[in-house]
C-alpha cells in the first residue's frame, strides 16, 4: 500500500495495493501488522457504514471526550472527505484537508482523534464505512459549522445547497466550538 501524510501532520491518504482481473478485484482493507509499520497503530472498536444521497453532507463531527480515530473509505459511489485539526496546541489547528474517496479510487483517509471529520456526497448514492478507535458516545458527540468561513474549506458544491441534518445546520463556528488542547 502506498500511504501519503496530508497537508495536516498524522491525516494520511492510504491506497491500498488492489489485485483485479476480469473476475472483479480484491484488496486489503485492514491489516494491524501493515498499518502499524506505516505509523497506523490503532485498535479498532466499531464500525460504522452509512448510506447517503447525492448532496447529503454529513459533519463536521467528532467526540470532545473519548475522541474517536477513524479510518474511512467509500465502496460504492463518491464523496469528498474533510479532516479539520481541532487540537489548540497543534501549528496547523483550524487547517482542513479534503480529498476525493471512491469506490473506484479505492482510497482510504485515516483521521487520528483531535480531528473533525465531514464528508459531501457527490454521486447518485454513496456507502461509507469507517473504523473507529473508540465507541460512538454521543454524550460528547460535538460538530462544527461546515460552512465556517474561518475553516476555508472548498467543497465541491457546484452551486447546489448541501442537505444536512438539523444537528449540522445548527452547528456552531470554530471559535465557538469546544476543541481539544
Known amino acids: 500500500m502506498n500511504v501519503t501524510e496530508t497537508a495536516l501532520p ?3 491518504l492510504i491506497e491500498p495495493r488492489v489485485f483485479g482481473d476480469a473476475r472483479g478485484f480484491f484488496l486489503e482493507s485492514w491489516n494491524a501488522a501493515a498499518f502499524a509499520a506505516a505509523g497506523i497503530d490503532a485498535a479498532f ?3 460504522n457504514h452509512s448510506r447517503s444521497a447525492k448532496g447529503v453532507l454529513r459533519g463536521l463531527h467528532y467526540q ?3 475522541p474517536q ?3 474511512v473509505r467509500v465502496v460504492s459511489g463518491s464523496v469528498f472527505d474533510v479532516a479539520v485539526d481541532l487540537r489548540r496546541s497543534s501549528p496547523t489547528f483550524g487547517q482542513s484537508t479534503g480529498h476525493l474517496l471512491s469506490g473506484e479510487n479505492k482510497h482510504m483517509l485515516w483521521i487520528p482523534a483531535g480531528f473533525a471529520h465531514g464528508f459531501l456526497v457527490l454521486s447518485d448514492t454513496a456507502d461509507f464505512l ?3 478507535t ?3 458516545a454521543p454524550q460528547h458527540e460535538r460538530a462544527i459549522a461546515w460552512d465556517d468561513p474561518a ?4 467543497w465541491p458544491l457546484e ?3 448541501p442537505q444536512l441534518s438539523a444537528k449540522d445546520a445548527g452547528a456552531p463556528r470554530l471559535e465557538a466550538a469546544e476543541t481539544f488542547a
Request: net charge neutral.
Open 130 to 132: 469507517y473504523k473507529c
Open 159 to 161: 452551486g447546489t445547497v
Open 45 to 47: 472498536v466499531q464500525d
Open 10 to 12: 498524522g491525516v494520511m
Open 64 to 66: 470532545i471526550r473519548e
Open 151 to 154: 475553516l476555508a474549506i472548498d
Open 134 to 136: 473508540t465507541l460512538y
Open 69 to 71: 480515530g477513524k479510518l
